[in-house]
């Protein structure tokens, strides 16, 4: 079910923190979290848990599970296999909003351990531009949360950290400043 990969996600980062260095005989000297689309979901709430060097997230989604699979419910865009799941574990989103919005990236935007850099291309899918907005507010407002830096790139869609070189200049220059 969506979500329930942060669990292997969280391993695969401690072993990383913890053991790779004498099980792999290297040396760690910076760990930065990186995701595209469901993996800057994964990214971004790897970053309330766990501090790292630092996070990218690229297109990160899906941000409101609510909104996305009530679309989906109501016949207005083509039924995929997260929300059917959802569906079959809690019901309709008019009946168990909580358990949705539990597992949306909305739900996890305070409390970052790390600095994290966010891309946008601003012609994603209007699902997403429908929502970034919300995400970019609910993160710029976060109180209990390391630096947070927005990169949109106009005319840019869902890939825009691997086709703009200007997102591709401030990802580098995010790195090297860390």
Not at 33 to 54: A, D, E, F, I, P
Not at 155 to 171: D, Q
Request: negative net charge.
């Amino acid at each position: 079910m969506f979500g329930d990969s942060i669990i292997q996600c969280e391993a695969a980062l401690l072993w990383l923190k913890n053991n790779a260095s004498k099980e792999l005989g290297i040396t760690v000297n910076k760990i930065f979290l990186s995701g595209h689309s469901q993996g800057g979901y994964v990214v971004t709430r790897l970053n309330t848990m766990h501090k790292t060097n630092g996070v990218i997230a690229n297109a990160p989604g899906p941000i409101n599970l609510v909104f996305r699979c009530q679309l989906e419910e109501n016949g207005q865009i083509q039924s995929g296999d997260v929300c059917t799941r959802l569906e079959n574990t809690y019901g309709t989103t008019s009946n168990n909003p909580n358990a949705y919005f539990q597992r949306s990236l909305l739900n996890f935007t305070s409390n970052f351990k790390s600095d994290i850099l966010f891309v946008q291309g601003l012609d994603d899918s209007p699902i997403q531009m429908n929502l970034w907005p919300t995400l970019k507010q609910d993160v710029t407002s976060c109180s209990t949360c390391q630096n947070r830096q927005f990169i949109e790139i106009p005319g840019g869609g869902h890939g825009s950290l691997f086709e703009s070189i200007t997102a591709k200049t401030e990802l580098n220059n995010f790195i090297n400043s860390h």
